[in-house]
C-alpha cells in the first residue's frame, strides 16, 4: 500500500510560521489528490487544504490568504507552508493522499493517511 510520513510541527507564537512537510512511499502507479486535515481537541477532522494533479486547490476558508499548499510530483511530496498562525489553528495535522498503488496487473485505489504532527500555536 502507500505509506505517508509528515514533518514539521511545533510550538510556534501567534503570528509566527512554519512549513509542514509529507512524503508517500509505496508502489504508487498514480498519484490524484494530495492534502492535509486538522482536527482540534474536542473537534471533528477538517480539511484544510487539497491540491489535484491538474494544479487545482481547495481551502479551508478559515486558512485562506494565510496557508498555501504546494506539491512536488516527482517525489511525491506535498508541503503546507502556513504563516500569520492564529491560536486557533492548533491543532494535530494530518497528510493525506488519494490516488493508485500497483497489485499485480491492475492498480487498486488507495486513500492513505499520515499518523499526523501536532501544531500549537501559543504564546
Known amino acids: 500500500q502507500v505509506h505517508l510520513v509528515e514533518s514539521g510541527g511545533g510550538l510556534v507564537q501567534p503570528g509566527g510560521s512554519l512549513t509542514l512537510s509529507c512524503v508517500a512511499s509505496?508502489?504508487?502507479?498514480?498519484?490524484?489528490?494530495m492534502g492535509w486535515y486538522r482536527q482540534a481537541p474536542g473537534k471533528q477532522r477538517e480539511l484544510v487544504a487539497m491540491r489535484n494533479n491538474g494544479g487545482g486547490t481547495n481551502y479551508a476558508d478559515s486558512v485562506k490568504g494565510r496557508f498555501t499548499i504546494s506539491r512536488y510530483d516527482a517525489k511525491n511530496m506535498v508541503y503546507l507552508q502556513m504563516n500569520s498562525l492564529k491560536i486557533e489553528d492548533t491543532a494535530v495535522y494530518y497528510c493525506?493522499?488519494?490516488?493508485?498503488?500497483?497489485?499485480?496487473?491492475?492498480?487498486?485505489?488507495?486513500?492513505?493517511w499520515g499518523q499526523g504532527t501536532q501544531v500549537t500555536v501559543s504564546s
Open positions: 509505496g508502489s504508487i502507479f498514480s498519484m490524484n489528490g
Open positions: 493525506n493522499a488519494l490516488g493508485y498503488y500497483n497489485d499485480g496487473d491492475i492498480p487498486k485505489m488507495f486513500d492513505s
